[in-house]
Each structure stands twice: as C-alpha cells, then as structure tokens.
T-cell receptor, first 113, second 115 residues
Framework: GENVEQHPSTLSVQEGDSAVIKCTYS??????FPWYKQELGKGPQLIID?????GEKKDQRIAVTLNKTAKHFSLHITETQPEDSAVYFC????????????FGPGTRLSVLP | EAGVAQSPRYKIIEKRQSVAFWCNPI?????LYWYQQILGQGPKLLIQ????????DSQLPKDRFSAERLKGVDSTLKIQPAKLEDSAVYLC?????????????FGPGTRLTVL
C-alpha cells in the first residue's frame, strides 16, 4: 500500500521568511496530492492540492510542486505570517471511488514574530 | 453553510469501558469518513461510507470498533471495549462524492482518553 513520508517534523521560521515542507510517496499510481492545515483543537482544512497532470500550482502565498518521476511533492509558503503557525499534513491518493488518502505524519510550523 | 458537527468534544473513560461518538456531516454530502489521529501522527482512515453503505473498512479493528450510518446522514462510531491504545482524536469528515479529489471537510474531532 501507499506510504507517505514528510520532512521536517518541526520547522521554525521568522515572520516574512519562506517555509518549505517536503513529502515522498511510494505508490506510482497515486495521482492526487492534497495539503491540509490543522490548527490547535480543530480538524484539518484543505489549503491546496495538485493533480498528477501538472507540475506546479499556486494560490497567493502558497504553492505546491510535484515531481512524479522522483515521487515527491513540496509545499512552499512565502512571506509567512504568525497565523500560518499550525501542523501541515501532506497526503497521497489515487483518484477513484473508494480510494482514500494516506496522510504523512505532519510538520509543525512555527512562525516567530 | 454549517460544517461537520461532532460530539462529544472530549471523553475520558477507563479501559474496557464502551464509548460512542456522533457525527453530523454537511447537508447533502454522500460520503462520510471516520479517521483516528494519534498524537503526533497524521489521520488514519477507519471507515468510509457512501450514503448508508460501507465502501472501505479495511483498517477498522472490527473486534472492538463498529460504525453505522443509518439513513445515510448521521453516523456513530463505537468502541467496545476500549484499550489504552485507543486514546486519540477521532475525526469525522464528509465530501460531496467519494472521488478523492472532492474536498473532504473535517469536523473538530472528539478527543478520547482511555485510562
């Protein structure tokens, strides 16, 4: 089955700096890669996703890149703000009915003012 | 639009006791998921419902866990009897369809502590 690894497990950056979180996956059939943000005491919330037919996707300060050959994908957050502090999870899935996400172990991001 | 509702938010029980969690998904969402999130880990899928039928329960410990989604709306997850290793946050999520790239909306979770 699918296995997703995520690095680093914790990340501290100064406000205004960039943050990068990297994930690798094992199943070459996976074709959908969402990123979720989880704030303390809340459920995860989708922040961006990418499908395997594109290599990069941007949404304001957030971008995701995908390298299918190497089976890794990354989350980039620019101009970080204190409200970006949270735990971020990557996930991988095959987009089909009944196929489900396998989540990575998470990265705790702290943005220091 | 109301989000996914879960109750209770917190539960403390002793091992070998029983516990039940309730989830009300977003109105109209056909697919409902239960996840277990152990501290410091990503969510792990326990069971997926499509309307009131089970799509995937391969990771549900069926000797002690059960779940139902009567009438294809609300759902309950039960643990009987609980073990220490069941201490975790139990998350419910829903999506409009069962396709992976339809966004899953998560509830706030129920934090279970087994003593």
């Amino acid at each position: 089955g699918e296995n997703v690894e995520q690095h680093p497990s914790t990340l501290s950056v100064q406000e205004g700096d960039s943050a990068v979180i990297k994930c690798t996956y094992s199943d070459s059939a996976s074709n959908y890669f969402p990123w979720y943000k989880q704030e303390l005491g809340k459920g995860p919330q989708l922040i961006i996703d990418i499908r395997s037919n594109v290599g990069e996707k941007k949404d304001q300060r957030i971008a995701v890149t995908l390298n299918k050959t190497a089976k890794h994908f990354s989350l980039h957050i620019t101009e970080t703000q204190p409200e970006d502090s949270a735990v971020y999870f990557c996930a991988a899935s095959i987009n089909n009915y009944g196929q489900n996400f396998v989540f990575g172990p998470g990265t705790r991001l702290s943005v220091l003012p | 639009e109301a989000g996914v509702a879960q109750s209770p938010r917190y539960k403390i029980i002793e091992k070998r006791q029983s516990v039940a969690f309730w989830c009300n998904p977003i109105s109209g969402h056909a697919t409902l998921y239960w996840y277990q999130q152990i501290l410091g880990q990503g969510p792990k899928l326990l069971i997926q419902f499509q309307n009131n039928g089970v799509v995937d329960d391969s990771q549900l410990p069926k000797d002690r866990f059960s779940a139902e989604r009567l009438k294809g709306v609300d759902s309950t997850l039960k643990i009987q009897p609980a073990k220490l290793e069941d201490s975790a946050v139990y998350l419910c999520a829903s999506s409009s369809t069962g396709l992976a790239w339809n966004e899953q909306f998560f509830g706030p979770g129920t934090r279970l502590t087994v003593l």
